[in-house]
């Protein structure tokens, strides 16, 4: 049978990718890694897809004089690889909406909060700031607004006394790795199916908690 084959992109260390890659290799693991694309040629992530045989592509936004070249070049160049999906892990870069629009549906992107709560950047900033009692990551369906799109999994844990910076970005780099993986191989095993105006796990829509325990 036939993997499901993921796209990864990155624009940095690329701890979520290994653990991509960790699950990866079980037997029983319904994805493979295709392709792992980056906007920065020097970043670690690149490193580690290359140690473990996995094709690699980079177009350095420098070089675009706007969005849409950039787009435009990213979009010809995945036309010559075989994927089934996008996932956005620790990409830096906002897609536009043409792009978006030409892999409606296919692009799931991980952000470090429990959404809809602080889409954007200074996540662990604004939970302590705000002293809220948990705080997570969560897996979205990509659309045209930032970290907007339809929840389609999160995982928490509960923000203690003594917890600072470091700590919850430990904690929550520790709930990510968990998190990416699970999502995609319960998409690729068609358990979860992606639609901008509906998610279906295991056959029903829009559940009232999509919590992933662990």
Do not use: W
């Given at each position: 049978?036939?993997?499901?084959?993921?796209?990864?992109?990155?624009?940095?260390?690329?701890?979520?990718?290994?653990?991509?890659?960790?699950v990866?290799?079980?037997?029983?693991?319904?994805?493979?890694?295709?392709?792992?694309?980056?906007?920065?040629?020097?970043?670690?992530?690149?490193?580690?897809?290359?140690?473990?045989?996995?094709?690699?592509?980079?177009?350095?936004?420098?070089?675009?004089?706007?969005?849409?070249?950039?787009?435009?070049?990213?979009?010809?160049?995945?036309?010559?690889?075989?994927?089934?999906?996008?996932?956005?892990a620790?990409?830096?870069?906002?897609?536009?909406?043409?792009?978006?629009?030409?892999?409606?549906?296919?692009?799931?992107?991980?952000?470090?909060?429990?959404?809809?709560?602080?889409?954007?950047?200074?996540?662990?900033?604004?939970?302590?700031?705000?002293?809220?009692?948990?705080?997570?990551?969560?897996?979205?369906?990509?659309?045209?607004?930032?970290?907007?799109?339809?929840i389609?999994?999160?995982?928490?844990?509960?923000?203690?006394?003594?917890?600072?910076?470091?700590?919850?970005?430990?904690?929550?780099?520790?709930?990510?790795?968990?998190?990416?993986?699970?999502?995609?191989?319960?998409i690729?095993?068609?358990?979860?199916?992606?639609?901008k105006?509906?998610?279906?796990?295991?056959?029903?829509?829009?559940?009232?908690?999509?919590?992933?325990?662990f």
């Amino acid at each position: 049978m036939k993997k499901f084959k993921i796209a990864v992109f990155v624009s940095g260390n690329g701890s979520n990718l290994q653990a991509l890659i960790d699950v990866s290799k079980n037997l029983d693991c319904p994805y493979e890694i295709e392709l792992v694309f980056s906007n920065n040629p020097n970043v670690y992530a690149l490193k580690r897809a290359s140690q473990n045989n996995i094709p690699t592509l980079t177009l350095d936004h420098k070089n675009f004089k706007n969005r849409q070249e950039f787009d435009l070049s990213l979009s010809n160049n995945l036309k010559k690889i075989d994927f089934d999906l996008i996932v956005l892990a620790g990409f830096m870069r906002i897609l536009g909406r043409e792009f978006i629009k030409t892999y409606e549906n296919k692009i799931i992107n991980l952000h470090p909060s429990l959404l809809p709560k602080y889409p954007g950047l200074n996540t662990h900033e604004k939970v302590l700031e705000n002293k809220d009692k948990f705080h997570g990551a969560t897996v979205h369906l990509v659309d045209e607004g930032l970290d907007t799109g339809k929840i389609i999994g999160f995982s928490k844990f509960k923000v203690e006394d003594n917890d600072n910076y470091d700590s919850l970005l430990a904690k929550t780099h520790e709930i990510e790795h968990k998190l990416l993986p699970q999502i995609c191989s319960l998409i690729a095993s068609k358990k979860i199916v992606l639609h901008k105006e509906n998610i279906l796990i295991n056959g029903k829509s829009d559940q009232k908690s999509k919590e992933i325990i662990f």
